[in-house]
């Protein structure tokens, strides 16, 4: 029989929510997440209310399977907004970052996806990655996440500046590190290995945007 805890895991999966995300989302820990889940307490008053909002559902969706009369359709997502940075802002980005942290006017991208808060966005430059990304697309990219195979990321090596490219795992090293490559889509582009320079893993790309008509 389906339960709150059910309903709640198998709508917080379908939007690729983290128990962690979710909960930073709501304010509470995704130890309270895990246990509204699990069955083991149920979130009541204001919880509900911003977990089903938030979610796009009814409460009484989520308490018990099925819309009240007058609410018959899940609500509106609603849209969040992703601030637009430079490589170099992005050089040092982490997942404590937001935009708040983000000096002058500040550029944004509405998504109705599900994201972190730290997550941003990125203006393609250059020709490395063609030519699947050209110059001027967007890419969104999610900090909180942790690279696959085959996912495309950004990343630091070094230099204050970001790059973008794609990821390929490449096992682990005797001290127990992993070991991956920065992949250019144009093979006219150097590969980087993690092995033989000091790259970290800023994020990884989760919406890809082109605009049909160039300016």
């Given at each position: 029989?389906?339960?709150?805890?059910?309903?709640?895991r198998?709508?917080?999966?379908?939007?690729?929510?983290?128990?962690g995300?979710?909960?930073?989302?709501?304010?509470?820990s995704?130890?309270?997440?895990?246990?509204?889940?699990?069955?083991?307490?149920i979130?009541?008053?204001?919880?509900?209310?911003?977990?089903a909002?938030?979610l796009?559902?009814s409460?009484?969706?989520?308490?018990?399977?099925?819309?009240?009369?007058?609410?018959?359709?899940?609500?509106?997502?609603?849209?969040?907004?992703?601030?637009?940075?430079?490589?170099?802002q992005?050089?040092?980005?982490?997942?404590?970052?937001d935009?708040?942290?983000?000096?002058?006017?500040?550029?944004?991208i509405?998504?109705?996806?599900?994201?972190?808060?730290?997550?941003?966005?990125?203006?393609?430059?250059g020709?490395?990655?063609?030519?699947?990304?050209?110059?001027?697309?967007?890419?969104?990219?999610?900090?909180?996440?942790?690279?696959?195979?085959?996912?495309?990321?950004?990343a630091?090596?070094?230099?204050?500046e970001?790059?973008?490219?794609?990821?390929?795992?490449?096992?682990?090293?005797?001290?127990?590190?992993?070991?991956?490559?920065?992949?250019?889509?144009?093979?006219?582009?150097?590969?980087?290995?993690?092995?033989?320079?000091?790259?970290?893993?800023?994020?990884?790309?989760v919406e890809?945007?082109?605009?049909?008509?160039r300016?």
């Amino acid at each position: 029989m389906a339960t709150l805890g059910s309903r709640l895991r198998t709508l917080r999966k379908d939007r690729k929510l983290t128990q962690g995300q979710l909960g930073k989302a709501l304010g509470v820990s995704d130890v309270t997440v895990g246990y509204w889940e699990r069955d083991l307490n149920i979130p009541g008053g204001k919880s509900l209310t911003k977990l089903a909002h938030y979610l796009g559902v009814s409460e009484g969706f989520l308490l018990y399977g099925q819309e009240g009369e007058v609410n018959v359709a899940p609500a509106p997502m609603t849209g969040q907004q992703i601030p637009i940075i430079s490589y170099v802002q992005a050089g040092a980005w982490s997942p404590e970052c937001d935009a708040r942290n983000l000096d002058g006017t500040v550029e944004y991208i509405l998504t109705s996806d599900f994201h972190s808060h730290s997550t941003f966005a990125l203006k393609v430059k250059g020709k490395s990655m063609e030519p699947e990304f050209v110059e001027g697309d967007v890419i969104i990219v999610d900090p909180e996440l942790q690279p696959g195979p085959g996912d495309y990321v950004v990343a630091k090596n070094g230099g204050d500046e970001a790059t973008f490219k794609k990821y390929r795992a490449r096992g682990v090293s005797d001290n127990g590190q992993e070991i991956f490559e920065l992949v250019p889509l144009n093979e006219d582009y150097a590969i980087r290995n993690s092995l033989k320079e000091k790259i970290s893993i800023i994020g990884v790309v989760v919406e890809h945007r082109r605009a049909m008509r160039r300016k």
